[in-house]
């Protein structure tokens, strides 16, 4: 499995590098291979990723042997097709973060309102997003959205997947974002990850009245992509009620992980969480 994001987030840096080291601007590589230089920027942003632009870059600037192949493979990484390509009404943003998933090694997140979305129940993913109330634009349906999730959520069990560390707020456990009865479900659902369910998973709670170093309190809801490749960069995406902030700047992302290290020594273990957890569940109405 492989990410195309973060692929042509790659495939960008790696081009900007070896136009740099020719000393060219993207007009000079634009005229060279024939395009405009708008092309040539949406390359090296990974914002786009041609191929055969990419090998014609390679050969104007007499790139061969293994840096040739490493580039031509990332080049066709770039342009895959994921599973959520086919998947209807899937959503924009759901789109991005089944992506960013795909390939990762690592995903680290931060939950300080909902239980992690790759771990929530079917029927309480409908119930968030169903809700008259509900404030986040669904760009899709409802069940796009769910088809969308599950196969997250595939992705989350397949052998191989990737390692999953979340770090939930105590409030996300005491405020109901749903019916009592779906949040005692989902609640008791949640702890057999504290459990150890699955081993990839390990979830953790942060209590209300947790001290972390430094007194450095998180201000919104994130998680951190780390991938197989040591080339490829980083990913932070900080999630919004209408939409997503990702980073891949090392400056940018440097902080979150430095973050999310000072909540994992504030947050209970996991057998901690798990007995807090179903202590929760059990305080609630089975209806």
């Known amino acids: 499995m492989i990410s195309p994001y973060a692929r042509r987030l790659r495939l960008g840096m790696e081009l900007r590098t070896l136009r740099g ?13 024939g395009k405009s230089r708008m092309e040539i920027s949406r390359l090296e942003n ?24 490493t580039l031509a493979a990332i080049a066709q990484d770039a342009c895959a097709r994921g599973w959520w390509d086919s ?7 759901q789109a991005l973060y089944a992506d960013l998933e795909a390939g990762a090694a690592v995903i680290r997140a931060y939950e300080p309102t909902y239980p992690p979305g790759l771990l929530q129940l079917p ?11 509900a404030l986040e634009p669904l760009t899709g349906t ?39 009865g779906l949040v005692k479900r989902q609640l008791h659902h949640l702890a057999e990850f504290g459990k150890g369910s699955q081993a990839n998973v390990r979830l953790r709670v942060l209590p209300i009245q947790a001290l972390i170093r430094g007194y450095v309190l998180p201000r919104s809801a994130f998680s951190i992509y780390a991938y197989p490749d040591p080339g490829d960069p980083r990913v932070v ?31 209970l273990t996991p057998e901690e969480s798990a007995k807090l957890l179903t202590e929760a569940a059990d305080a609630l109405p089975d209806n």
Request: no cysteine; glycine share 8%; hydrophobic share 40%.
């Open 87 to 93: 998947v209807k009404h899937i959503g924009e943003r």
């Open 123 to 133: 029927e309480y993913i409908r119930s968030i997003y169903q809700a008259p109330a």
């Open 46 to 69: 990974g914002q786009s990723a041609d191929p055969a632009d990419v090998l014609n870059i390679l050969e104007a600037l007499g790139v061969d042997g293994e840096r040739w192949t």
């Open 21 to 33: 080291e020719h000393n060219y601007t993207q007009a000079r590589v634009a005229r060279i291979i």
């Open 142 to 180: 409802v069940d796009g959205f769910l088809a969308g999730r599950a196969g997250r959520q595939r992705n989350l069990r397949r052998p191989g997947g990737p390692s999953f560390e979340v770090i939930v707020e105590e409030n996300a456990i005491l405020r109901l974002g749903a019916p009592a």
């Open 237 to 267: 995406a900080i999630d919004t009620v209408t939409s997503d902030v990702i980073l891949t700047d090392g400056a940018q992302v440097t902080p979150y992980e430095r973050l999310y290290e000072r909540l994992a020594e504030a947050a």
